[in-house]
């Protein structure tokens, strides 16, 4: 069988991913880049008796070098030995679009061009001549719907056509007769040196010109480096003596123009283009005075939904949980084999599984609201009260978005962020948005204590994280972190109605990261759980003799002032450091089995008041964030020094918030 190696390209928020996952389907995984900490999805399908492996390359509005993601994308395009490129771009924003076509372009890539959005150029008055357009650019082009997938049989066919009879997509760009002719120039210089001869010439001459570091140093480095280097200066001061701008002001321009003139040849558009809906939408979503309440209300209707329709779920499968319980006793008796399935396995793991409902309708809702576009916005609405109480700018947002899915992509998404300082603030306060396995701590709480405002208590928790997530960034900003922020342009995607099949497909990639979870980290803690609570033999299992509750009556004085100084509560919060699901995993396996007719919500008023499980939920949103956030945190940073120092921070700032929450609720008369 053929196999076809195929590189998906493209700005972000064109439709790139939806294009990969309808190419793919369940036949793909994630992976890094070789010696890159970015993450890399790749799969493969079969079409026609060819085997197409897909590489989805990270979402870039350029090639430069500016950020790890563009300088994966052009090594990928120059040394990955992919057949085709396949770009992806909006057909209503093509301007923006082609500004990465023409960078491609210069680097020769073999491209096909696939045109998504189609339904918002036509909304728009867009008319695209594509057979003019494909001949003045030297390849194909096709026109898609990534949504449905109409001409995705277009374009396999044309990728694997092109594959066989690859073209160098450089000989069309036309960048003007003065810097085409200087860029000869140093083309001829290049092309005299055997060491650069593995990167097209064009492409070398004009990242020198535009001052691109990884290009230099490999020129200076070659044997006619010295020379090549002196030309480029010279052709830099002839460059800002004609244009009297400096010589990468030059290159965009002459992009520009390029892209400029492709337009005006090949699209019919209105003189004045008129307010999309996006336009008319986006006026109310982020006006400066409702942007921030429309947000919120957007996640109170959210927690809402979470509840109300996952509560039934949660029923059944809890009520499957205690048949099994009861079958396995019934069939095998008191005793330590039964004990450790029901009491161990069951009440451990099965104590988390039965929050999957609520899981996953938050990764459904979460999934929605990025495929909609609305998720740019509420980072964009978040922009201007980050920028004036913080000091960082809007982007920073994003990865704290991503944190109510899983803090472990959030902190990677900082990898987007150009300062470094800027990054390493944002990662220190991403542990304090709340992701989805803090969740089964917060349902078994609300559950127990607060059935008459679910929602509303939900609410109050998520926006206590966001509000000390602030408060601490402003500290940090100040203190640690002191320094401008970056500015930054913030991409707002056109609206358009989430696809089923993409949506789905989300939901059950992070639901799936959920029940990995619960198959290894939880069924192991589950275990270890099981035997500190059934030794030393003899003992009652679970009891404050056991070495458990020995290990929680040692630590359970630290959590005393905060009103939960019990050692259930205690040696919880200690194997939550594993993974949150396991502060429940510990309770029940502790006594939501085993007490008879009353289940974990019932056990936890023993324990609890309304006051101090509020409490108790405030700490877990706060401390020390799970082994796989520490050890992402590690390798993106390369030591242990900012793990242990958010370790330090998240546990001060939980302790503080929740010893001040507990005085506050007992000054007004809460117990």
Same mark, same amino acid.
Not at 19 to 27: D, P
Not at 119 to 132: L, R, S, T
Not at 184 to 196: C, N, R, V
């Given at each position: 069988m053929n196999e076809l190696i195929v590189g998906l390209a493209g700005n972000p928020n064109v439709g790139k991913t939806t294009?990969?996952?309808?190419? /793919?389907?369940?036949?793909q995984h994630v992976g890094n880049w070789p010696g890159k900490t970015v993450e890399r999805a790749e799969g493969h399908f079969e079409f026609d008796g060819t085997n197409f492996d897909v590489i989805d390359l990270p979402g870039n509005y350029a090639l430069s070098a500016h950020s790890i993601e563009e300088i994966v994308s052009r090594d990928f395009i120059v040394d990955g030995d992919s057949d085709v490129i396949v770009n992806v771009v909006d057909a209503s924003n093509l301007e923006r679009n082609l500004y990465l076509t023409v960078q491609m372009m210069e680097l020769g890539a073999n491209i096909v061009l696939a045109l998504n959005m189609n339904? !918002?150029?036509?909304?728009?008055?867009?008319? =695209?001549?594509?057979?003019?357009m494909s001949e003045l650019l030297g390849f194909p082009i096709v026109e898609i719907n990534a949504k449905d997938k109409s001409g995705f049989d277009e374009l396999i066919k044309t990728v694997k056509k092109q594959a066989k009879n690859p073209i160098d997509s450089s000989r069309k760009l036309v960048y003007g007769d003065e810097l085409r002719e200087h860029l000869?120039?140093?083309?001829?210089?290049?092309?005299?040196?055997? #060491?650069?001869s593995d990167l097209p010439s064009i492409w070398t001459a004009i990242k020198l010109l535009e001052n691109d570091e990884i290009i230099r140093e490999k020129v200076e480095n070659s044997d006619n480096g010295s020379q090549i280097m002196k030309e480029v200066e010279n052709v830099k001061k002839h460059l800002r003596t004609v244009f009297n701008e400096g010589s990468e002001e030059v290159i965009a321009n002459a992009r520009y123009a390029f892209i400029d003139g492709l337009i005006e040849e090949c699209i019919d558009k209105p003189e004045v283009d008129k307010p999309t809906l996006s336009d008319k939408i986006d006026k109310i979503v982020t006006n400066r005075v409702l942007g921030i309440p429309i947000f919120l209300v957007v996640l109170y209707v959210m927690f809402q939904v979470v509840f109300t329709l996952g509560t039934p779920f949660q029923d059944l499968i809890e009520g499957g949980f205690d048949w099994l319980g009861e079958f396995i006793v019934a069939v095998l008796g008191e005793g330590m084999l039964s004990s450790f399935l029901v009491d161990g396995l069951i009440?451990?793991?099965?104590?988390?599984?039965? !929050?999957?409902?609520?899981?996953?309708?938050?990764?459904?809702?979460?999934?929605?609201?990025?495929d909609s576009g609305y998720l740019a916005r509420a980072a964009f609405v978040m922009d201007k009260v980050m920028h004036k109480l913080v000091g960082l700018h809007g982007k920073a947002f994003i990865p704290m978005i991503l944190g109510f899915g899983c803090g472990v992509p959030g902190i990677m998404a900082t990898r987007t962020m150009e300062n470094e300082s800027d990054r390493l603030l944002t990662m220190m306060i991403l542990p304090f948005m709340s992701c989805t396995a803090r969740l089964p701590v917060y349902t078994l709480f609300i559950a127990a204590f607060f059935t008459a405002y679910q929602?509303?208590?939900? !609410?109050?928790?998520?926006? =206590?994280?966001?509000?000390? #997530?602030?408060?601490?960034?402003?500290?940090?900003?100040? /203190? &640690?972190?002191?320094?401008?922020?970056?500015?930054?342009? &913030?991409?707002?995607? /056109?609206?358009?109605?989430?696809?089923?099949k993409g949506v789905l497909l989300h939901?059950?990639?992070?639901?799936?990261?959920?029940?990995?979870? #619960?198959?290894?980290?939880?069924? #192991?803690?589950s275990i270890i759980i099981w035997i500190l609570s059934s030794f030393p033999a003899g003992v009652e299992y679970g009891s404050q003799d056991s070495v458990i509750g020995q290990i929680g009556t040692a630590i359970s004085p630290i959590f005393a002032p905060l009103g939960f100084g019990e050692w259930q509560p205690s040696v919880a919060l200690l194997f939550g450091v594993v993974a949150k699901e396991v502060v429940v995993s510990t309770?029940?396996?502790l006594f939501g089995v085993a007490e008879e007719g009353v289940g974990i919500a019932g056990a936890v008023h023993s324990l609890f008041t309304p006051l /101090?499980?509020?409490? !108790?939920m405030i700490f877990v949103l706060l401390y020390v964030p799970c082994f796989a956030s520490l050890g992402t945190i590690k390798q993106e940073t390369n030591g242990w020094k900012w793990p242990l120092t958010m370790v330090l921070i998240t546990t001060v700032t939980a302790y503080i918030v929740s010893l001040v929450a507990y005085g506050v609720g007992l000054g007004l008369g809460f117990t």
């Open positions: 294009v990969f996952n309808q190419l /793919t389907g369940l036949h339904d !918002f150029a036509k909304k728009k008055k867009h008319y =695209i001549d594509i057979d003019e000869g120039e140093l083309q001829e210089y290049i092309e005299k040196d055997s #060491a650069l009440g451990g793991v099965g104590g988390v599984i039965v !929050f999957l409902p609520q899981i996953v309708l938050m990764f459904l809702i979460i999934s929605l609201l990025e929602g509303q208590v939900l !609410f109050a928790i998520y926006l =206590i994280g966001i509000a000390v #997530a602030i408060i601490v960034a402003a500290v940090l900003k100040r /203190t &640690m972190f002191k320094g401008m922020s970056s500015p930054f342009v &913030m991409e707002l995607p /056109t609206y358009k109605v989430p696809s089923l939901t059950w990639e992070k639901s799936k990261g959920f029940l990995r979870k #619960a198959g290894t980290i939880i069924l #192991a803690a309770l029940s396996s /101090t499980a509020f409490v !108790f």
